[in-house]
């Protein structure tokens, strides 16, 4: 089955990350089953999604190094977003492909399994590995357990490559993320009287003030980082909820925030100075009333990429894509975590622009899906006559 076909049944299935993806998962176990490739699944503690990991070469290959490809099985939800076209049955209007998931990120996983034959009759040298996930769209959750695993593997692949829509380019860093979410709890009584209460809302305003300061200093002092559009760490409060009526001094505000670092900065160095700050007011908070509290809690963390050290196997695989662009992304990935677990060099790259992910509407181009296809074909081939460097 050409990509095309394949992407078409991978976007009939609804596996928005609020669903289970089991599905999807069992017809792509089904689907290597008949090239007799084994797979396993890694199933979250309720059963209902997994990850699917497979190999694929001799057994003499497989004690060597290989390439991990890997993506995420999960997609945003289509609530709330005007489409045109139907999000789950691909449509195909000139050179484009409709649907959801087509370019975020199934249109690579489609790819990989119609190059899946050509793996299988391979003479591999080196061992091909699928390691698709759920729940990366909440945080990259799912994948974490697959990890685990594979950190156990007695030998650890040569590269992971991380196949979210780059439009091909090799991509080997990017931000990492925080989110965390805030609550301020005060103490009510009328606003006649406001003294005699804690106002929680002023609180979260203090709180928000700080973020926006440290904003503010990371964005004229940096450090900075020109590879990105954006060439430091953001800082950002998301929403803020709190209070009931004028004439209440609110007991309660909630307040979402994030923060986005480069390479040079840890985004957990500046959450514990945003948690000390939070602690100072709490301690005055509770002068007036011990039942006050500011609790932080993390929302979803991921490390960022760097992984511009590993310069010989990148531009090699550069070579292998026909794309000796280098790609920059204002998105997270797994590529960090595979990064941060596997300790090997990790990158994203996969067909598709991230312009149309998460969108209504959203589509790929086929000539996207065909350069991908390409890339693979040599990859296989590089992997058969073993011209990988390392
Ligand atoms: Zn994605």
């Known amino acids: 089955m050409n990509s095309s076909d394949l992407l078409a049944r991978l976007i009939a299935f609804d596996t928005t990350s609020a669903l289970s993806n089991l599905e999807m998962m069992e017809y792509i176990q089904h689907y290597l089953n008949a090239h007799n490739i084994d797979s396993q699944l890694i199933f979250n503690d309720e059963y209902t999604k997994a990850n699917l990991y497979a190999s694929i070469g001799s057994e003499q290959a497989r004690q060597q190094p290989g390439i991990l490809l890997s993506g995420h099985t999960d997609t945003v939800p289509v609530s709330g977003q005007q489409w045109t076209r139907p999000a789950y049955q691909l449509t195909r209007d000139g050179d484009r492909l409709y649907g959801r998931g087509t370019t975020d990120m199934k249109g690579f996983i489609a790819c990989v399994l119609s190059a ?34 594979l950190s156990q593997q007695p030998v650890a692949p040569l590269l992971c490559l991380i196949g979210e829509p780059t439009e091909m380019k090799v991509v080997t860093a990017h931000k990492g993320k925080v989110a965390a979410r805030v609550t301020v709890t005060g103490k009510e009584c009328h606003s006649g009287m406001a003294p005699q209460g804690v106002n929680a809302v002023n609180y979260a305003s203090r709180l928000i003030v700080w973020l926006e300061n440290e904003a503010l200093k990371r964005q004229q002092q940096g450090p900075f980082d020109h590879q990105y559009d954006v060439p430091f760490t ?68 991921y490390p960022g990429l760097n992984c511009t050290d590993a310069e010989q196997l990148v531009s090699y695989v550069r070579t292998l894509t026909g794309n000796d662009q280098s790609g920059n992304i204002n ?44 890339f693979l074909k040599q990859l296989i081939h590089a992997l058969s006559s073993d011209t990988l460097p390392g």
């Open 234 to 301: 953001t800082i950002h409060t998301g929403t803020v909820q709190g209070g009931s009526a004028l004439n209440i001094v609110p007991n309660h505000c909630e307040l979402v925030f994030e923060i986005r670092n480069i390479a040079d900065e840890n985004a957990m160095d500046i959450l514990q100075q945003f948690r000390d700050y939070a602690r100072q007011l709490e301690q005055q908070m509770q002068q007036h009333t011990d039942t006050c509290a500011i609790d932080t809690e993390i929302i979803t963390e």
């Open 116 to 149: 899946v034959p050509a793996m299988a009759a391979a003479q591999l040298k080196r061992p091909l590995h699928l390691a698709f996930s759920y729940d990366e769209e909440i945080g990259c959750l799912g994948v974490r357990r697959m990890l685990d695993m």
């Open 331 to 374: 998105f997270g990935t797994e590529a960090g975590l595979f990064r941060q677990s596997l300790g090997v060099p990790s990158v994203v790259c996969g067909p598709g622009s991230m312009a149309q992910g998460h969108k209504p509407d959203e589509f790929i181009e086929i000539s996207q899906l065909d350069q991908c296809d390409r």
